[in-house]
């Protein structure tokens, strides 16, 4: 094999291999460090790795991601959430709709001990996504998962993932998947 540039090729190497980026966001370590290392100063959001934004920038990105459902949030009893990390968004959730029952799923036992910590009223347990069969069937008028099927390895995962979310949500529910992209 020719390498026409050699810099760049090592470079893609390094970055593909190498680099710790690489290897932390394939382990999401990346959660597993931001809620061990939470600061209790610090608002809820920094323990769930959004350490950039300020609690109005959160807040204000947490209401504009929940727009399309504000309607269903006025009228719905419960939601659950997959991949909470430490509560964040039900925190800023249940700021807004104080009568709504919480719900949520992080596969981080310290995330999960956060949220029990700033949200004791609602039930969260650690566990997968993929696999949320202590969860019933039917259950939640809203369910929703921000930034989690990103880190899904194949189709398949996505698939079942998809069909866990259908599988807990009540008839007639709303489901909203969101994520995020960056250059990484």
């Known amino acids: 094999m020719i390498i026409k540039n050699p810099k760049k090729h090592y ?12 290897f932390i966001r394939r382990y999401n370590i990346y959660f597993k460090i931001s809620a061990r290392f939470y600061n209790k100063n610090k608002p809820l959001h920094h323990g769930s790795f959004w350490y950039y934004l300020s609690q109005a920038q959160w807040d204000n990105f947490i209401d504009s991601l929940l727009e ?9 009893n419960n939601l659950f959430e997959v991949g909470m990390g430490c509560g964040a968004a039900l925190k800023r959730i249940h700021q807004k709709h104080p009568k709504l029952s919480l719900n949520g799923l992080d596969p981080e036992k310290k995330a999960i001990k956060l949220a029990h910590k700033h949200l004791p009223a609602g039930k ?5 996504g993929l696999n949320m069969n202590k969860i019933p069937s039917n259950s939640y008028d809203i369910v929703i998962s921000h ?11 996505v698939k079942q993932f998809c069909n866990e979310l259908i599988r807990i949500a009540k008839p007639g529910a709303k489901i ?3 994520s995020m992209i960056d250059e990484h």
């Open 147 to 157: 930034c989690v099927i990103i880190y899904l390895k194949n189709l398949t995962q």
């Open 68 to 76: 399309p459902i504000n309607e269903s949030l006025e009228k719905a």
């Open 124 to 128: 969260y347990s650690v566990g997968d």
């Open 176 to 178: 909203m998947i969101t």
């Open 11 to 22: 470079k893609a190497i390094l970055k593909k291999y190498f680099v710790p980026n690489a």
